[in-house]
């Protein structure tokens, strides 16, 4: 069966810190990937996909960006932090149906 | 593009009572519509889904949702709501090709319990 990892679970940096949140997929091929944000008191919202290694559309401007240097590993990162950033990043994966979520990170930048 | 409304930010209901949790889409075509719910500091896990066929469509945990393309709506059901249904719940349509199938989230509904 496919599972998704998600690492780490909870995250506290500084403002101007680099980030790098890592997302894999086990059990399937080829998958497309997704990372998308909540923030406080807000809904979901896409900041990444990829529909394959080395291909990433990003759905909005912003401070960070998406690497898919493996078939089923999706990394989100960023070279310097902001307070903005701060919220709860979720990975998801899909083939046919719908995406399949991961269980997030929460990030504050402090 | 597509959009996801859900107008209530925050409902109450006492245990025992029915739930509606409204949602209302906008897209050009017939829409891909899922029903998520995120416990605290969890990740979402799918409730029900329609693609197509029935309208009325059965989920885990006793919930159902109607698909009405009149109204654009998929609104959410449960006759009896348990104290542990306490989360936020997320509509979402899902569109684009095959490659792409990224969903568009509404705001969130914030569910209380009350005894």
């Known amino acids: 069966s496919q599972t998704i990892h998600q690492w780490p679970a909870t995250l506290v940096q500084p403002v101007g810190s680099p980030l790098s949140l890592e997302c894999t997929v086990e059990?399937?091929?080829?998958?497309?990937l997704y990372w998308y944000r909540q923030a406080a008191g807000r809904g979901l919202q896409l900041l990444f996909y990829?529909?394959?290694?080395?291909?990433i559309s990003s759905e909005v401007p912003q401070n960070l960006s998406a690497s898919r240097p493996q078939d089923r590993q999706f990394i989100l990162s960023s070279k310097k932090l902001l307070l903005s950033d701060s919220g709860f990043y979720l990975c998801?994966?899909?083939?046919?149906?719908?995406?399949?979520f991961g269980n997030g990170t929460r990030l504050t930048v402090t | 593009a597509q959009s996801v409304t859900q107008p209530d930010i925050h409902i109450t209901v006492s245990e025992g009572a029915s739930l509606e949790l409204r949602c209302n889409y906008s897209?050009?075509?017939?829409?891909?519509l899922f029903w998520y719910v995120q416990s605290p500091g969890q990740g979402l896990q799918l409730l029900l889904k329609?693609?197509?066929?029935?309208?009325l469509v059965q989920g885990i945990k006793g919930f159902e949702a109607e698909f009405k393309r009149s109204q654009s709506s998929f609104n959410l059901r449960k006759p009896s709501v348990h104290w542990s249904d306490a989360a936020e719940y997320f509509c979402?349509?899902?569109?684009?090709?095959?490659?792409?199938?990224?969903?568009?989230f509404g705001s969130g509904t914030r569910l209380q319990v009350q005894p």
């Open positions: 998801a994966w899909s083939v046919t149906d719908r995406p399949h």
């Open positions: 059990g399937t091929s080829n998958p497309n």
């Open positions: 990829s529909v394959g290694i080395g291909q």
């Open positions: 897209y050009g075509a017939t829409p891909y």
């Open positions: 329609y693609f197509s066929g029935d309208t």
């Open positions: 979402a349509v899902g569109a684009g090709d095959t490659g792409r199938r990224a969903l568009t």
